[in-house]
């Protein structure tokens, strides 16, 4: 039997140096793709990876297992993310009451920026949901990776975002609206 | 929109697929093995993980220390209170009973000037039980004085040595010689500052205040059957011997002041003038070296007419030790 998160960071936090590499094995495959899908670039994905974990490796004496690690750990990657958007100028509020299904597409502050390799390497409808996912709004955005990178609940999303629960059911709403309607476009 | 309570709403298998078939992005090696060497590094930077801890513990353990010095410096203030008071035990009426017709309303200040009493009356009953004795006729009654010499014959007995020992009393009551020696020409000068009474309480100015003859009138009322103007009691006869010259100059000087002081009994003797001429500090003095030279009856009997004087008057620890002498051990 595998032992919890929670207790691998205890270990850690104890000393133990297996215990840490035993969690970033379980979790920098859906880290690192919750931050890449969410910056969109991957050089800055990748330095946002590596500072979340720095600073999980920094705050290891203050964790106290009152919640899952999991979210502990995605709400360090979403504070980063934050800094990150709020020094681009975008906000991941005030979003919601606008982006109704009914309304003309978002577009966003700045172009996503393509990478022709990979890109190549796509299908259509590959390419169609990964530039759906790039055009949502960073909070709508934000939510479905949560959703579908972290596994965790949505009152955990809502946790993470510093959000309530039904703001997140409904920025998740949006975005699977807005990504069906994209590959329905298809 | 009730259909959106629903959980299965917020799940679209078609675009989860579509979202899975991104691929599974791992980040490069190089940024694991950064991280891993950097949790590594960080497990053996043991006094790393102590510093942390302190400072976890920084702020509870100040907010502590402050709390804790703080109530000490309260309670020592509280405590070295009588020890300043106690010299001389205030023989007038309680402060406390001064206060509650004056000010019923304010509780928290008569509380707190009740407790000042009763710290005084602590420090009263720490005295040794001769100068509570001493201590109580002069609260109650004046203490008659009985004849003594000519204080004049007094002058001659002061020894060379004088200096040095007054000198030596000023020392004990660590207070600057520049301030003493400045005495002289404040001597009679008016009251301080409050400011000062929370250490030494100067008591108003002796001979010539017009206020004075009103206090001193008991003195003189109960020594006056048997104490002529020129001569001195008994219990200041020691004292006129080692009055030292300015003493003695002032005496003259209260004399030619006849006309301020008519209203002072004649019984008062010349000796006790010449004390009153001093300033309290230096009748003080003049106490502790009479106390040092052995001559115990007279440093009493100055000590009593001291505090009919000043019955307020507080002075510090050292002085009083040094005016009291072995009665206050």
């Known amino acids: 039997m595998e032992a919890a998160d929670e207790q691998l960071m205890i270990a850690y936090r104890d000393g133990e140096a297996a215990a840490f590499e035993t969690l970033y094995a379980r979790h920098k495959g859906p880290l690192f793709r919750f931050v890449l899908r969410g910056v969109k670039e991957r050089g800055q994905a990748e330095e946002l990876f590596h500072d979340v974990w720095l600073r999980v490796i920094e705050a290891r004496e203050r964790y106290t297992p009152s919640a899952r690690f999991t979210t502990w750990l995605y709400t360090i990657a979403h504070n980063r993310l934050v800094d990150h958007w709020?020094?681009?100028?975008?906000?991941?509020?005030?979003?919601?009451?606008?982006?109704?299904?009914?309304?003309?597409?978002?577009?966003?502050?700045?172009?996503?920026?393509?990478?022709?390799?990979?890109?190549?390497?796509?299908?259509?409808?590959?390419?169609?949901?990964?530039?759906?996912?790039?055009?949502?709004?960073?909070?709508?955005?934000?939510?479905?990776?949560?959703?579908?990178?972290?596994?965790?609940?949505l009152p955990e999303i809502a946790e993470v975002a510093g959000i309530d629960v039904e703001a997140a059911k409904s920025r998740l709403r949006y975005a699977l609206a807005k990504l069906r309607e994209a590959l329905d476009d298809g | 929109m009730a259909e959106h309570d629903d959980p299965d709403d917020l799940q679209d298998p078609r675009v989860s697929d579509a979202y899975r078939g991104l691929g599974k992005e791992n980040p490069p090696e190089a940024i694991d093995a950064a991280v891993l060497a950097a949790s590594r590094r960080a497990v053996r930077a043991g006094p790393r993980t102590a510093g942390a801890r302190v400072r976890r513990w920084a702020l509870p353990v100040s907010i502590a220390a402050v709390v804790v010095l703080t109530m000490s410096l309260t309670l020592r203030v509280q405590l070295e209170r009588p020890d300043l008071e106690s010299a001389v035990p205030a023989p007038s009426a309680p402060v406390a009973e001064q206060a509650r017709p004056a000010d019923e309303k304010d509780a928290p200040r008569v509380a707190a000037l009740e407790a000042k009493e009763e710290m005084r009356a602590t420090a009263k009953q720490n005295l040794p039980a001769d100068v509570r004795a001493k201590a109580?006729?002069?609260?109650?009654?004046?203490?008659?004085?009985?004849?003594?010499?000519?204080?004049?014959?007094?002058?001659?007995?002061?020894?060379?040595?004088?200096?040095?020992?007054?000198?030596?009393?000023?020392?004990?009551?660590?207070?600057?010689?520049?301030?003493?020696?400045?005495?002289?020409?404040?001597?009679?000068?008016?009251?301080?500052?409050?400011?000062?009474?929370?250490?030494?309480?100067?008591?108003?100015?002796?001979?010539?205040?017009?206020?004075?003859?009103?206090?001193?009138?008991?003195?003189?009322?109960?020594?006056?059957?048997?104490?002529?103007?020129?001569?001195?009691?008994?219990?200041?006869?020691?004292?006129?011997?080692?009055?030292?010259?300015?003493?003695?100059?002032?005496?003259?000087?209260?004399?030619?002041r006849m006309s301020v002081e008519d209203r002072v009994q004649e019984s008062v003797a010349k000796a006790d003038k010449a004390d009153a001429e001093l300033s309290p500090r230096e009748w003080l003095e003049r106490i502790a070296r009479l106390r040092r030279e052995g001559r115990t009856k007279e440093a009493d009997e100055s000590l009593a007419a001291f505090r009919r004087r000043y019955p307020d008057y507080v002075i510090a620890k050292e002085m009083r030790d040094a005016v009291l002498g072995d009665t206050a051990r």
């Open chain 1, 86 to 153: 709020r020094r681009r100028g975008l906000a991941l509020t005030s979003l919601d009451t606008r982006d109704d299904p009914d309304d003309p597409p978002f577009e966003p502050a700045a172009a996503p920026q393509e990478e022709p390799q990979r890109r190549a390497e796509l299908n259509e409808d590959l390419r169609r949901i990964k530039d759906a996912i790039e055009q949502l709004p960073p909070a709508q955005r934000e939510v479905f990776l949560l959703r579908e990178e972290s596994g965790l609940s």
């Open chain 2, 136 to 256: 109580k006729p002069t609260a109650k009654s004046p203490v008659a004085l009985e004849p003594a010499p000519s204080p004049r014959t007094a002058a001659s007995a002061r020894d060379a040595g004088e200096r040095e020992q007054s000198a030596l009393v000023r020392k004990a009551m660590k207070t600057p010689p520049a301030r003493t020696e400045a005495r002289p020409a404040a001597k009679r000068a008016p009251a301080p500052a409050p400011a000062a009474r929370g250490f030494v309480q100067e008591p108003p100015a002796p001979a010539s205040s017009p206020a004075e003859p009103g206090a001193a009138a008991p003195l003189g009322a109960a020594a006056a059957p048997s104490a002529p103007s020129a001569t001195r009691p008994d219990t200041a006869t020691g004292l006129a011997r080692q009055a030292p010259a300015e003493a003695a100059a002032s005496a003259g000087r209260a004399e030619s």
